[in-house]
């Protein structure tokens, strides 16, 4: 069952709960594919509360994130943000999208959202940093599942909902979406 769609001529944003709704034979294109949608689906019958947005085209995924509450932390995360290979740094913003359409539902049910990002991705940084978020603090994680045991140096980002309704406002990100 997907619970909302949000139609933007070119392609459609999904909101999804279960993993079956993801459709997996387009996989193959993405960064990551295996480990990610093995991620999605480990994360989604774990709370109530995560969901997959997806952007489709011409019934094909093109870009997807997960938004995933912990809680242990009792905060929300936007991970794993991923766009299909043709598709990325193109004017349509698949990415920019995707998040901002899980941002805004977040929002719905939080006050904040966090992210962790590579110290090494600029463009994702970038992408955040339009979106309002600003980077909190640093870290070294080590035993999180989609990094197979590799040290990175990541950086950790934190946006509130009163922010990201001032971007959504202004003239720097309005026009996305």
Not at 51 to 59: R, S, T, W
Not at 131 to 140: K, V
Request: hydrophobic share 40%; aromatic share 16%; charged share 25%.
């Amino acid at each position: 069952m997907i619970l909302k769609k949000v139609d933007l001529n070119e392609f459609e944003i999904h909101k999804i709960y279960y993993f079956e709704q993801i459709p997996k034979a387009q996989n193959s294109n993405f960064d990551y594919a295996t480990d990610i949608f093995d991620y999605y689906q480990t994360a989604l019958k774990e709370n109530s509360q995560n969901f997959v947005a997806i952007a489709i085209e011409k019934g094909e995924m093109i870009g997807c994130a997960l938004f995933r509450f912990y809680n242990e932390e009792n905060k929300f995360f936007v991970l794993n943000v991923n766009t299909k290979k043709p598709f990325q740094h193109t004017p349509k913003k698949v990415a920019t999208n995707v998040v901002k359409f899980g941002l805004k539902e977040v929002f719905k049910m939080h006050d904040k959202v966090f992210l962790w990002v590579d110290k090494e991705n600029v463009i994702a940084q970038k992408l955040y940093k339009k979106l309002g978020f600003e980077t909190i603090d640093y870290y070294y994680p080590k035993n999180l599942d989609f990094l197979k045991g590799q040290e990175q140096h990541t950086l950790i980002m934190e946006l509130g909902k009163d922010k990201f309704e001032n971007v959504l406002n202004s003239e720097t990100i309005a026009f996305f979406f």
